[in-house]
């Protein structure tokens, strides 16, 4: 095994000769990368975390590849893409504070050098297909100028499943627009009303898959409407599930099974088209599932939008034979930040270009179960934070007592790991723990304090707060809180630009 540290290249010669006994002359050539996003997929909703929800296809992959149990995303849309597209925190892009809405004028800085045009630089054809997320107020921010070659799919947060249109508040003109999100390329996409979005992403991914010159490798970004709200799906996925009482996650387990149907397609055509045996496919999540829509996060902590493990631990996966060690799971702790440096890496490609990253690569990770490289991961700090859905239960925030000595202003809603320790300040969001789907509520919520420490390797379920305990790793993990937050990008989350208004019958897209 030792032969193969090196390349990627190398490995492959020695994973996949071993395996497949392939010809060695395609041993040279570099990976197809095929990266899932889904999209607000919680914890408790993969068929190999016990799920009631079928996963075949995820369960299946999964259990052939490194399954990613240490495994952590932002707790939101925009910040989760931000991290994928960039390798680098929020807090280093201004986009540490929720998320893009539609009529803010915004977007990843255009001086970022995005994941897409690193392997543009690297020879591989790019594509993407489905929530871009990322701000487009201006054409220059559009998936189309920062690296893809082709782009289906839509740019705002969340849509109707089949007519592909968004509503939104426009504050400034008190009014409320509801219009087609929907492009190709750059063009708005017509034509496709009546169409369920899993289905007609899926299927753009597969004819992607099948025009696609073999002689280039491809770089392909699936980002899945699936299975963020509305509550939308065909009746045939929802009938096996009439065992659901709960009508929320009924559907929404349907809605997972017409993802897990995608991913099953997207697979089926690289393997028609003989990519699968030089093909890592990445399937994530972008953040925990959202409580409020079906999702279930248990017995994890919280939810969506909180620092709570119910919103940062995700589902995760690699799949594809090019894995020294398939049918292993990872308890390395590898975030979202980390794929592009990986990514790159198996494109044998270089990061030059790219401002100072925050990610690791984590291929020998992944593939040889290597230490991770990463000892530190910063889960956000955002002094504007406010929770803007409704969540059960009170509880009161006390400060710590004694004080802290750090002078990191507790009151901000902050959250950092170092190995297995995992420290919050301020108010980290709804801090519920849901009940397991289809049991009651129940557990009586403590008071919360403004420093919270817990040993999520041993207590990831954050029941056990042991801040008093251990005042020394509080101190530590509060000096990097404040060392990280002094080096921060302002925060940028402007105000409604009325000029995004598309008008009774345009497109939403860009304005200026
Ligand atoms: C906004 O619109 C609503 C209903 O259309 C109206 O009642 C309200 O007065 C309006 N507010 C402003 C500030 O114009
Ligand atoms: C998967 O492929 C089958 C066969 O082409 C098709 O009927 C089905 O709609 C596809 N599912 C999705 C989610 O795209
Ligand atoms: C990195 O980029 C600079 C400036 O574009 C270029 O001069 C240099 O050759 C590049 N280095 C590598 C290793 O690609």
């Known amino acids: 095994m030792t032969a193969a540290v090196g390349s990627p290249a190398a490995l492959w010669v020695i994973t996949a000769g071993f395996i497949f006994n392939l010809p060695a002359v395609r041993a040279s050539r570099r990976p197809h990368v095929v990266f899932i996003l889904a999209d607000d997929f919680g914890w408790f909703d993969v068929g190999y975390h016990g799920s009631e929800i079928r996963t075949p296809n995820l369960d299946r992959l999964s259990a052939r590849g490194v399954r990613l149990e240490n495994y952590y995303v932002q707790p939101l849309c925009t910040p989760s893409r931000n991290q994928l597209m960039t390798g680098r925190y929020q807090i280093h892009t201004g986009l540490q504070h929720q998320i893009i809405w539609p009529c803010q004028p915004s977007c990843v800085p255009l001086d970022e050098k995005l994941l897409p045009e690193l392997m543009k630089d690297a020879g591989y054809a790019s594509h993407m297909v489905g929530k871009w997320h990322l701000g487009m107020f201006r054409k220059d921010c559009l998936p189309t100028r920062r690296g893809f070659d082709s782009y289906f799919g839509y740019l705002t947060g969340g849509e109707d499943y089949f007519t592909h249109v968004r509503c939104s508040p426009i504050s400034a003109l008190n009014l409320s627009r509801c219009a087609l999100d929907l492009r190709d390329g750059e063009a708005v996409a017509v034509g496709y009303e009546g169409v369920y979005s899993t289905e007609l992403l899926s299927e753009r991914a597969v004819s992607i898959i099948e025009g696609h010159n073999r002689d280039k490798p491809l770089f392909l970004y699936v980002a899945l409407q699936a299975v963020h709200a509305p509550l939308q799906v065909p009746e045939r996925y929802v009938a096996p599930y009439s065992f659901i009482t709960d009508p929320h996650r009924r559907l929404y387990a349907g809605m997972v099974s017409a993802m897990d149907e995608a991913v099953g397609n997207i697979t089926v055509a690289l393997q028609r088209r003989g990519f699968w045996d030089n093909t890592v496919l990445v399937f994530s999540t972008d953040n925990g599932g959202q409580t409020l829509y079906g999702g279930s996060n248990w017995p994890l902590r919280g939810r969506k939008w909180s620092l709570w493990e119910g919103g940062v631990r995700g589902v995760g996966f690699v799949a594809g034979p090019l894995l020294n060690r398939p049918g292993t799971v990872s308890h390395e702790l590898i975030h979202i930040s980390d794929w592009l440096p990986t990514l790159v890496g198996l494109a044998e490609g270089s990061t030059n270009g790219t401002k100072p990253l925050d990610g690791f690569n984590v291929w020998n990770t992944i593939s ?98 042991v801040s008093a305990q251990f005042p020394a790793i509080v101190d530590f993990l509060l000096s990097r809180l404040q060392h990280l937050q002094k080096r921060a990008s302002p925060i940028n989350f402007p105000d409604d630009d009325p000029r995004c208004d598309p008008g009774p019958s345009g497109a939403w897209g860009p304005w200026e």
């Open 368 to 465: 040889k179960g290597f230490a991770s490289p990463r000892l530190e991961l910063l889960h956000n700090i955002d002094p504007l934070y406010v929770d803007i859905a409704p969540c059960p239960g009170r509880h009161r925030q006390f400060t710590l007592s004694p004080p802290v000595t750090s002078s990191f202003n507790v009151s901000i809603h902050a959250a950092i790991r170092s190995s297995n320790w995992k420290l919050l300040t301020g108010y980290p969001g709804c801090a519920v723990w849901f009940p397991r789907p289809g049991h009651n509520i129940s557990s009586e919520l403590d008071p919360l304090k403004s420093v919270m420490l817990f040993d999520v390797e041993k207590d990831p379920e954050e029941r056990n707060e």
